[in-house]
């Protein structure tokens, strides 16, 4: 399935219908790697010449995130970021307390131990977030 069609799907069964309007937050969503909030999105369409409307934004994003089409990430400042799930791999943030800056990285070790840690108190674990808080290299 094309990520056209995995779109119109969720929006589908989200009780939304498809929109060009939809395709372009999508599109732009789908544009970069960046953690951007939906406001940053907004302006983007808007500042490239494209006519959304600011619920459109929100309404959108809140369908991907609940179809786990995206992935919600709150850094603890008020703004929840966002990013697209390209697929079930799994990472970890550490963002910058200073300039905010989100670095994506994976660690075999720490997801090992989770488990471990898992196994040794009889829990099942489904899933988990890890967020490291301190300064990047730039502002060290």
């Known amino acids: 399935m094309n990520k056209y069609s995995v779109l119109k799907e969720a929006l589908k069964d989200s009780g939304l219908r498809y929109t060009q309007q939809r395709q372009t937050v999508w599109d732009e ?3 970069t ?3 951007r ?3 940053d999105i907004y302006v983007t ?3 490239n010449g494209l006519s959304v409307s ?3 934004v929100y309404r959108t ?3 991907l995130v609940k179809k786990g ?3 919600k990430l709150d850094i603890g400042d008020g703004r929840s970021r966002y990013e697209m799930r390209q697929d079930n791999s799994h990472h970890d943030h550490m963002i910058c307390v200073n300039c905010g800056r989100i670095e994506e990285f ?3 070790r720490i997801e090992e131990l989770q488990k471990d840690v898992a196994v040794s108190n009889s829990f099942i674990l489904k899933t988990h977030k890890l967020q490291l808080y301190g300064l990047c290299r730039d502002c060290q």
């Open 29 to 31: 969503l789908c544009s």
């Open 33 to 35: 790697s960046d953690h």
């Open 37 to 39: 909030d939906a406001e």
């Open 45 to 47: 369409l808007v500042r």
């Open 54 to 56: 600011r619920a459109t």
């Open 61 to 63: 994003i809140e369908v």
């Open 69 to 71: 089409l995206a992935r």
């Open 106 to 108: 994976v660690d075999l």
